[in-house]
């Protein structure tokens, strides 16, 4: 047992295919051994007892065919898992499969199976292998198909009743056992009745076999069993009134159930008992080994000898295995191999049908080539070379993988047909060639001569001959023969129709990449047949002109008629508007020329005759106006439906009118007729229910609400909560806290507020046209932060979208403008002009660059006016210069200075003729970047990206040298750091400079013109106030990059630690004057702005 069972786990792992192992699955469940030692994984008794334990005898078969069916199943999934190659989905075995929840979901212990196979992780919908294993146990589940394959069989030979060792399962399975028992030792169930030696039977046959009268009953001895007269199989019974036949039970049960046979008597044969095999004690003897002196049968022989040491032992063969046609009592699945009823046409498994083959294994490629899928291929049918890409056939249609059809049998002639033909020919039953020779091929197509049947098609004379051969009746003399046709010109015939065909069919070929139908071909080769030119060139050019010729013929045959017989049914007008000539139209000649195939004649004719018809038709249906309905079918082409259209249409015209200028009254969600106003709200809104209709007025008439109906109806439409539909009806808007519907809303991708349409508008109209493009924010919050240049792109890539809809042409088309600025302004080459403030790109590589839109020039580094020293020199040098030499800035003095070192932003480099005093938070009214006018460092509105800060308001970080805190120190205190450093300053105004005002120029809050400071001058401040001195002063620090930490007091040096990070821990026993010191010395190590402006 276990080599067999080895033998069927190297099977089954190599191929992954159960019929691989079938044979020895079979003889493993036939071995009598004990369930417990027989399966060592899945619990079968187990499985055995729970499915039909307290079941009556019918329940516990059903439970037997289920628990088959579940097993074949399982068997499946096992050898998916097996196979060298696995399905796509294998690692999973989902409950809502159809399959699975009838069969293994259907029994107990299935799952247990698909446990052992791997499938141990529970899922929601299904089994599957955990995530961590990548490939199935393959020993293992072999192991166990290899027990299912084997569990199902013996169930199979259970319900069969041949099982060889049914007291295994006696007290698993009572009734199962106790019907074998009863099968085996009761009689055969066949009616008899006793009847008397000397009385025959009432019921006699016609005519009685002779057998019966031979040998009396009670010295007849039961015969030996034999095979079935029907089919082959092991017979069971025979029938002495049926000629001694031998009959299986199938057979038995069919073949008497006639009338006739039904009375027979049948006696059950004797089998006799064969020698079984000494090793497995169930099949019988194959062989006898004279050196082992053992019987064996076939598998045990072949496994017992497989051995090294005994296959060279002399075996003689007892009995040849006789092929025996399958019995009719019931049939096995070649590819399940299960065992199914005999009025079964599908297995009850599988669903594969009864003659189905089983599953071809894995054998080695021919060596023949394999033919490539894009070779051309030749159609069976009509033999046909079709290009590879094609499916079905160019000609008959046929698929490129159908056989070849069918050959209608030969008819036999007996007339003079039979002698028009030599013997020596026969016609191709394919493509109808005459074939002069006697071969088996075609010589035309290739084909054999040979129909489906095996015999060949011969000439119509053999078919005669054959006839005459057999015995059958001699047919009549010939009257008049034909005289056969020469050999020349037979040829000549079959020649001229294979031309005419692949004529045909190139020119077919050729209309359908043209744009015509087969039809038309034939019909245009009708006509020019005899000529060079192509059909499908004569039907664009001939083909207009015989239409109307077609028509003009049918004009006056109709004229003919109508002076000989009259027009039926027309009056006045209409009769002579009938006389005068019939109105026809091309497409109906054409239909005509079409149908006839190219006859003009007969074309004229069914012209005429479909005209008659649909002009009756017409008039049946009450259009008598001949006139009228002739000129509907010439305008519809000839096209009752169309016709039919267009006289219906002037009747409806009053009625159109009625509908179309009636105005409709609006609709009142107050009308008591609820039902009429809820099909209205059908019919013009389209909603999705009679509920969502009831719904819209319950929230039109709901008190206090002023709902618009095309509101309500869009809200309805999104959704029938009725909470959720009162939220989108009530938004309010952030700008004029009016309530509006949501469909009426507008809200910016960078925040959750929302304005109303007009304050959307008005609010962006507003910000295009006389504010800045870093201006365009949500009026509520104010976002996104414009100092992000990444959030900011972002931000105009979707408000473009909005903007769109929603602004004039002439503002949309201005946003655009200064959207384009914006991007230009990223260049490094982009300047701004100090006369215009228009920008522009510069691609001169020189110091003086003329601005495009003013004409003026001015220096591109400096953005000082262009003069004429500035030539060849540098732009400190030309500042200098005109320090020393210009008198009107002589004349300025340090109010000059202050003007020339302006405020130059550092995100658009514009500058800024003003000074530094005042507020430093500055915002560039080019650009809209906000930074700090002393250390150029950007103004934070919210959080900034810095790891230290944590501040959250609008701040910005100031370096120690900045304006920002120096601004706070005495002058004397500024001048004694410049003394330290030996920087020279000014204490006194020049003689031009007016000492009472200070003259400097800044930016004043009444307006946007720039206007002279007018602070009060004090002595030894250079004749500036006190607040553009201190800057004056600050300025010269940062020219000279002096670090001021060295005139801290230690409660500002203790200020200035704590703000840059520095750590202001004191060391034990350290003094005072020691601690400052150290701190001072780490602060210094703290760089000095690097944006602070340092120009001379």
Same mark, same amino acid.
């Not at 083959?357 to 490629?365: A, E, H, I, L, M």
């Not at 040979?450 to 051969?469: E, F, Q, R």
């Not at 509105?941 to 601004?967: E, I, Q, S």
């Given at each position: 047992?276990?080599?067999?069972?080895?033998?069927?786990?190297?099977?089954?792992?190599?191929?992954?295919?159960?019929? =691989?192992?079938?044979?020895?699955?079979?003889?493993?469940?036939?071995?009598?051994?004990?369930?417990?030692?027989?399966y060592l994984h899945i619990r079968a008794e187990t499985i055995l007892r729970e499915n039909t334990a307290g079941k009556s005898r019918q329940e516990m078969l059903e439970a037997l065919v289920r628990l088959s069916k579940a097993l074949g199943i399982l068997e499946k999934y096992g050898c998916n898992l097996t196979s060298p190659t696995r399905p796509k989905y294998w690692r999973t075995v989902k409950h809502n499969n159809p399959v699975f929840r009838t069969t293994v979901d259907a029994i107990e212990g299935g799952r247990s199976v698909l446990f052992l196979y791997?499938?141990?992780?529970?899922?929601?919908?299904?089994?599957?292998?955990?995530?961590?294993? !990548?490939?199935?146990?393959?020993?293992?589940?072999?192991?166990? %198909?290899?027990?299912?394959?084997?569990?199902?069989?013996?169930?199979?030979?259970?319900?069969?009743?041949?099982?060889?060792?049914?007291?295994?399962?006696?007290?698993?399975?009572?009734?199962?056992?106790?019907?074998?028992?009863?099968?085996?030792?009761?009689?055969?169930?066949?009616?008899?009745?006793?009847?008397?030696?000397?009385?025959?039977?009432?019921?006699?046959?016609?005519?009685?076999?002779?057998?019966?009268?031979?040998?009396?009953?009670?010295?007849?001895?039961?015969?030996?069993?034999?095979?079935?007269?029907?089919?082959?199989?092991?017979?069971?019974?025979?029938?002495?009134?049926?000629?001694?036949?031998?009959?299986?039970?199938?057979?038995?049960?069919?073949?008497?159930?006639?009338?006739?046979?039904?009375?027979?008597?049948?006696?059950?044969?004797? #089998?006799?008992?064969?020698?079984?095999?000494?090793?497995?004690?169930?099949?019988?003897?194959?062989?006898?080994?004279? /050196?082992?002196?053992? #019987?064996?049968?076939? +598998?045990?022989?072949?496994?017992?000898?497989?051995?090294?040491?005994?296959?060279?032992?002399?075996?003689?063969?007892?009995?040849?295995?006789?092929?025996?046609?399958?019995?009719?009592?019931?049939?096995?699945?070649?590819?399940?191999?299960?065992?199914?009823?005999?009025?079964?046409?599908?297995?009850?498994?599988?669903?594969?049908?009864?003659?189905?083959?089983?599953?071809?294994?894995?054998?080695?490629?021919?060596?023949?080539?394999?033919?490539?899928?894009?070779?051309?291929?030749?159609?069976?049918?009509? !033999?046909?070379?079709?290009?590879?890409?094609?499916?079905?056939?160019?000609?008959?249609?046929?698929?490129?993988?159908?056989?070849?059809?069918?050959?209608?049998?030969?008819?036999?002639?007996?007339?003079?047909?039979?002698?028009?033909?030599?013997?020596?020919?026969?016609?191709?039953?394919?493509?109808?060639?005459?074939? !002069?020779?006697?071969?088996?091929?075609?010589?035309?197509? /290739?084909?054999?001569?040979?129909?489906?049947?095996?015999?060949?098609?011969?000439?119509?004379?053999?078919?005669?001959?054959?006839?005459?051969?057999?015995?059958?009746?001699?047919?009549?003399?010939?009257?008049?023969?034909?005289?056969?046709?020469?050999?020349? %010109?037979?040829?000549?015939?079959?020649?001229?129709?294979?031309?005419?065909?692949?004529?045909?069919?190139?020119?077919?070929? =050729?209309?359908?990449?043209?744009?015509? /139908?087969?039809?038309?071909?034939?019909?245009?080769?009708?006509?020019?047949?005899?000529?060079?030119?192509?059909?499908?060139?004569?039907?664009?050019?001939?083909?207009?002109?015989?239409?109307?010729?077609?028509?003009?013929?049918?004009?006056?045959?109709?004229?003919?008629?109508?002076?000989?017989?009259?027009?039926?049914?027309?009056?006045?007008?209409?009769?002579?508007?009938?006389?005068?000539?019939?109105?026809?139209?091309?497409?109906?000649? #054409?239909?005509?020329?079409?149908?006839?195939?190219?006859?003009?004649?007969?074309?004229?004719?069914?012209?005429?005759?479909?005209?008659? &018809?649909?002009?009756?038709?017409?008039?049946?249906?009450?259009?008598?106006?001949?006139?009228?309905?002739?000129?509907?079918?010439?305008?519809?082409?000839? =096209?009752?439906?169309?016709?039919?259209?267009?006289?219906?249409?002037?009747?409806?015209?009053?009625?159109?009118?009625?509908?179309?200028?009636?105005?409709?009254?609006?609709?009142?969600?107050?009308?008591?007729?609820?039902?009429?106003?809820?099909?209205?709200?059908? *019919?013009?809104?389209?909603?999705?229910?009679?509920?969502?209709?009831?719904?819209?007025? /319950?929230?039109?008439?709901?008190?206090?609400?002023?709902?618009?109906?095309?509101?309500?109806?869009? *809200?309805?439409?999104?959704?029938?909560?009725?909470?959720?539909?009162?939220?989108?009806?009530?938004?309010?808007?952030?700008?004029?806290?009016?309530?509006?519907?949501?469909?009426?809303?507008?809200?910016?991708?960078?925040?959750?507020?929302?304005?109303?349409?007009?304050?959307?508008?008005?609010?962006?109209?507003?910000?295009?046209?006389?504010?800045?493009?870093?201006?365009?924010?949500?009026?509520?919050?104010?976002?996104?932060?414009?100092?992000?240049?990444?959030?900011?792109?972002?931000?105009?890539?979707?408000?473009?979208?909005?903007?769109?809809?929603?602004?004039?042409?002439?503002?949309?088309?201005?946003?655009?403008?200064?959207?384009? =600025?914006?991007?230009?302004?990223?260049?490094?080459?982009?300047?701004?002009?100090?006369?215009?403030?228009?920008?522009?790109? &510069?691609?001169?590589?020189?110091?003086?660059?003329?601005?495009?839109?003013?004409?003026?020039?001015?220096?591109?580094?400096?953005?000082?006016?262009?003069?004429?020293?500035?030539?060849?020199?540098?732009?400190?040098?030309?500042?200098?210069?005109?320090?020393? +030499?210009?008198?009107?800035?002589?004349?300025?003095?340090?109010?000059?200075?202050?003007?020339?070192?302006?405020?130059?932003?550092?995100?658009?480099?514009?500058?800024?003729?003003?000074?530094?005093?005042?507020?430093?938070?500055?915002?560039?009214?080019?650009?809209?970047?906000?930074?700090?006018?002393?250390?150029?460092?950007?103004?934070?509105? %919210?959080?900034?990206?810095?790891?230290?800060?944590?501040?959250?308001?609008?701040?910005?970080?100031?370096?120690?040298?900045?304006?920002?805190?120096?601004?706070?120190?005495?002058?004397?205190?500024?001048?004694?750091?410049?003394?330290?450093?030996?920087?020279?300053?000014?204490?006194?105004?020049?003689?031009? !400079?007016?000492?009472?005002?200070?003259?400097?120029?800044?930016?004043?809050?009444?307006?946007?013109?720039?206007?002279?400071?007018?602070?009060?001058?004090?002595?030894?401040?250079?004749?500036?106030?006190?607040?553009?001195?201190?800057?004056?002063?600050?300025?010269?620090?940062?020219?000279?990059?002096?670090?001021?930490?060295?005139?801290?007091?230690?409660?500002?040096?203790?200020?200035?630690?704590?703000?840059?990070?520095?750590?202001?821990?004191?060391?034990?026993?350290? &003094?005072?004057?020691?601690?400052?010191?150290?701190?001072?010395?780490?602060?210094?190590?703290?760089?000095?702005?690097?944006?602070?402006?340092?120009?001379?």
């Amino acid at each position: 047992m276990e080599e067999t069972r080895r033998r069927a786990q190297a099977l089954l792992s190599i191929a992954g295919q159960a019929q =691989e192992a079938k044979a020895d699955v079979q003889h493993l469940a036939r071995m009598p051994v004990l369930l417990s030692q027989k399966y060592l994984h899945i619990r079968a008794e187990t499985i055995l007892r729970e499915n039909t334990a307290g079941k009556s005898r019918q329940e516990m078969l059903e439970a037997l065919v289920r628990l088959s069916k579940a097993l074949g199943i399982l068997e499946k999934y096992g050898c998916n898992l097996t196979s060298p190659t696995r399905p796509k989905y294998w690692r999973t075995v989902k409950h809502n499969n159809p399959v699975f929840r009838t069969t293994v979901d259907a029994i107990e212990g299935g799952r247990s199976v698909l446990f052992l196979y791997g499938y141990t992780n529970q899922q929601i919908d299904g089994l599957s292998f955990p995530d961590d294993v !990548t490939e199935p146990d393959l020993k293992k589940v072999v192991e166990v %198909t290899v027990e299912v394959m084997t569990l199902r069989a013996e169930v199979d030979l259970l319900l069969k009743g041949v099982h060889p060792h049914p007291e295994q399962f006696k007290d698993i399975i009572p009734y199962i056992v106790q019907d074998q028992e009863k099968m085996e030792n009761d009689a055969i169930p066949i009616r008899e009745e006793p009847q008397p030696e000397a009385k025959p039977s009432p019921k006699v046959p016609p005519k009685p076999a002779p057998r019966i009268n031979t040998l009396p009953n009670h010295s007849k001895a039961p015969p030996l069993v034999s095979d079935c007269s029907l089919c082959g199989s092991s017979s069971m019974f025979m029938c002495p009134s049926c000629n001694d036949q031998s009959f299986c039970d199938a057979c038995d049960d069919l073949y008497h159930r006639h009338p006739a046979r039904a009375s027979h008597k049948r006696e059950p044969l004797h #089998k006799p008992k064969p020698d079984l095999c000494c090793i497995c004690g169930v099949s019988p003897v194959h062989a006898l080994c004279s /050196s082992c002196h053992q #019987k064996l049968c076939q +598998n045990c022989d072949r496994l017992f000898h497989s051995h090294p040491d005994r296959v060279g032992h002399n075996r003689t063969l007892l009995s040849a295995a006789k092929p025996s046609r399958p019995s009719l009592s019931s049939w096995e699945c070649s590819h399940c191999t299960t065992v199914n009823e005999v009025r079964a046409i599908l297995c009850s498994t599988c669903d594969r049908p009864r003659l189905s083959t089983g599953p071809v294994p894995n054998q080695d490629p021919p060596l023949a080539t394999p033919q490539s899928p894009n070779a051309e291929w030749q159609c069976k049918s009509c !033999t046909v070379l079709n290009q590879g890409s094609s499916v079905l056939c160019q000609v008959c249609e046929r698929p490129r993988l159908a056989t070849r059809p069918p050959a209608a049998p030969a008819k036999t002639l007996t007339g003079p047909e039979s002698l028009a033909l030599p013997v020596s020919k026969w016609m191709c039953q394919f493509c109808t060639f005459v074939n !002069t020779k006697p071969t088996p091929i075609c010589e035309m197509c /290739s084909l054999s001569c040979k129909d489906t049947g095996g015999t060949v098609s011969l000439p119509a004379a053999l078919h005669t001959a054959s006839t005459l051969a057999q015995g059958g009746k001699t047919p009549p003399p010939p009257i008049a023969p034909k005289p056969a046709l020469s050999l020349g %010109t037979e040829n000549q015939r079959q020649k001229a129709l294979m031309e005419d065909g692949l004529n045909l069919i190139n020119h077919i070929r =050729e209309g359908e990449k043209r744009g015509v /139908s087969p039809e038309e071909i034939y019909a245009a080769l009708k006509m020019c047949g005899g000529s060079n030119i192509n059909p499908c060139d004569w039907l664009n050019s001939e083909l207009p002109h015989l239409l109307d010729e077609i028509c003009a013929m049918a004009t006056s045959v109709q004229l003919t008629t109508t002076k000989d017989r009259g027009i039926p049914g027309a009056t006045g007008e209409g009769e002579e508007e009938a006389k005068s000539g019939v109105k026809l139209s091309r497409a109906e000649a #054409k239909r005509a020329w079409l149908a006839t195939g190219g006859d003009i004649e007969a074309a004229v004719r069914q012209l005429l005759q479909d005209r008659q &018809n649909k002009m009756r038709e017409l008039q049946s249906l009450g259009f008598r106006d001949v006139s009228k309905c002739e000129e509907a079918l010439r305008l519809s082409g000839g =096209e009752l439906r169309g016709a039919l259209s267009l006289l219906q249409r002037p009747l409806l015209e009053p009625y159109h009118q009625r509908i179309w200028t009636q105005c409709e009254p609006p609709i009142d969600p107050k009308d008591p007729d609820k039902q009429r106003t809820c099909r209205r709200l059908l *019919a013009l809104y389209d909603l999705p229910s009679w509920g969502r209709c009831e719904l819209v007025l /319950s929230l039109l008439q709901e008190p206090d609400v002023n709902y618009n109906l095309e509101d309500v109806v869009q *809200a309805v439409k999104e959704s029938p909560d009725r909470e959720f539909i009162k939220r989108l009806l009530q938004n309010e808007c952030g700008v004029c806290y009016s309530n509006f519907p949501h469909s009426k809303m507008k809200s910016l991708t960078s925040c959750q507020c929302s304005l109303c349409l007009e304050c959307f508008q008005k609010h962006f109209t507003i910000s295009v046209t006389e504010k800045h493009i870093r201006d365009m924010v949500c009026p509520v919050c104010n976002e996104p932060d414009i100092n992000d240049p990444e959030q900011l792109d972002n931000y105009f890539s979707t408000l473009d979208i909005q903007l769109r809809m929603c602004l004039t042409t002439e503002v949309y088309n201005l946003f655009h403008r200064k959207l384009t =600025e914006h991007t230009l302004m990223k260049d490094p080459k982009f300047l701004w002009c100090c006369h215009c403030t228009s920008g522009f790109i &510069n691609d001169v590589d020189q110091l003086k660059v003329t601005c495009p839109s003013c004409h003026k020039s001015f220096c591109c580094k400096c953005k000082k006016p262009w003069e004429p020293q500035h030539q060849d020199v540098t732009c400190e040098q030309f500042q200098q210069w005109k320090r020393d +030499n210009d008198p009107e800035y002589q004349k300025q003095g340090l109010a000059g200075y202050l003007r020339d070192n302006g405020i130059t932003c550092p995100n658009c480099r514009f500058q800024y003729a003003l000074t530094k005093g005042g507020c430093m938070h500055f915002t560039c009214s080019q650009c809209r970047y906000e930074f700090c006018s002393g250390c150029n460092n950007p103004f934070h509105k %919210t959080a900034c990206k810095t790891a230290v800060c944590t501040l959250n308001g609008l701040h910005a970080h100031h370096p120690r040298d900045c304006l920002f805190y120096l601004r706070d120190w005495d002058p004397q205190r500024l001048q004694e750091l410049l003394k330290r450093s030996n920087v020279a300053f000014n204490t006194e105004p020049s003689t031009e !400079t007016p000492a009472a005002h200070c003259g400097v120029m800044e930016q004043k809050d009444s307006g946007h013109q720039d206007q002279p400071c007018g602070g009060e001058t004090r002595p030894g401040q250079a004749g500036l106030c006190e607040k553009h001195y201190r800057e004056y002063l600050v300025s010269l620090i940062n020219v000279h990059s002096l670090d001021p930490a060295v005139l801290y007091e230690p409660q500002e040096l203790l200020c200035a630690c704590q703000r840059y990070q520095v750590a202001v821990q004191k060391m034990d026993n350290e &003094n005072e004057n020691n601690y400052n010191a150290r701190l001072l010395k780490k602060l210094m190590e703290v760089p000095l702005g690097d944006k602070v402006p340092r120009n001379q």
